[in-house]
């Protein structure tokens, strides 16, 4: 089975752009979450999303930042009007349901440079 | 809101020999799960072991265990017969057992194996 898969996995925009960042779950996952890593930093949550519906966005920035997931496609993390600040790698990890016991499996990532 | 702390930014052991990472965590909910991460070069995040907040016995899985001391709140992982391959930053992460939202991460462990 194939697990998260993320694209790209690196993306450089230049400051003002907007970056997306795509994310398909493991098959038969429905809850997605969105974690952002600075360099030497832990991961930090964005949002946590089931099919249609956003659970919690309480880590994401209020201003340029949105997230989906649709009925059918992938989880998309959208940043507007990027800049210097926002560059770091995006990680998307996947559940079969919400539950705390069931471990999230993670993606490779998304580095975005922004120039 | 809940912290993860993770107090050493790098620890160096003798391959075969055995190394203990520090978490400490703040929490006020009584229902969570505790997690240990692993981070290689290539930056994918490999789940390493969990425990059960409601459960006394400490999670053991091969040659990673840990010792969950719920009062204390601490959580460290203990790596024994390091291999080359344990190289890697690890991560300690808590979830409240809501699960409404997404994991906290610590900053992380730069683990290094001395061959």
């Known amino acids: 089975n194939a697990g998260v898969m993320q694209n790209p996995r690196h993306l450089v925009r230049r400051r003002g752009q907007e970056a997306r960042l795509r994310c398909s779950p493991v098959?038969?996952?429905?809850?997605v979450y969105w974690y952002r890593q600075l360099p030497e930093e832990g991961l930090k949550f964005m949002v946590y999303l089931q099919k249609e519906n956003i659970i919690d966005e309480s880590g994401m920035p209020k201003e340029r930042f949105s997230a989906e997931f649709p009925k059918e496609g992938p989880s998309i993390l959208r940043i507007q009007q990027v800049v210097r600040g926002d560059s770091a790698a995006y990680f998307c990890?996947?559940?079969?349901?919400?539950?705390?016991?069931?471990?999230?499996?993670f993606g490779d990532g998304t580095r975005l440079s922004i120039l | 809101a809940q912290t993860v702390t993770q107090s050493q930014p790098e620890m160096s052991v003798q391959e075969a020999e055995t190394v203990t990472l520090s978490c400490t965590y703040d929490?006020?909910?009584?229902?969570?799960?505790l997690f240990w991460y692993k981070q290689p070069p290539s930056r994918q995040m490999i789940l390493v072991i969990r425990?059960?907040?409601?459960?006394?016995q400490n999670a053991t899985e091969n040659r990673f265990s840990v010792n969950f001391q719920k009062a204390a709140k601490s959580f460290s992982l203990k790596i024994s017969d390091s291999q080359l391959g344990d190289a890697a930053m690890y991560f300690c992460?808590?979830?409240?057992?809501?699960?409404?939202?997404?994991?906290?991460f610590g900053k992380g462990t730069h683990l290094i194996i001395q061959p």
């Open positions: 929490t006020s909910e009584s229902d969570y799960y």
């Open positions: 990890a996947s559940s079969p349901t919400g539950a705390t016991s069931q471990p999230q499996h």
């Open positions: 425990q059960e907040a409601y459960k006394q």
């Open positions: 098959k038969g996952h429905s809850h």
């Open positions: 992460a808590y979830r409240a057992g809501g699960g409404a939202d997404g994991l906290t």
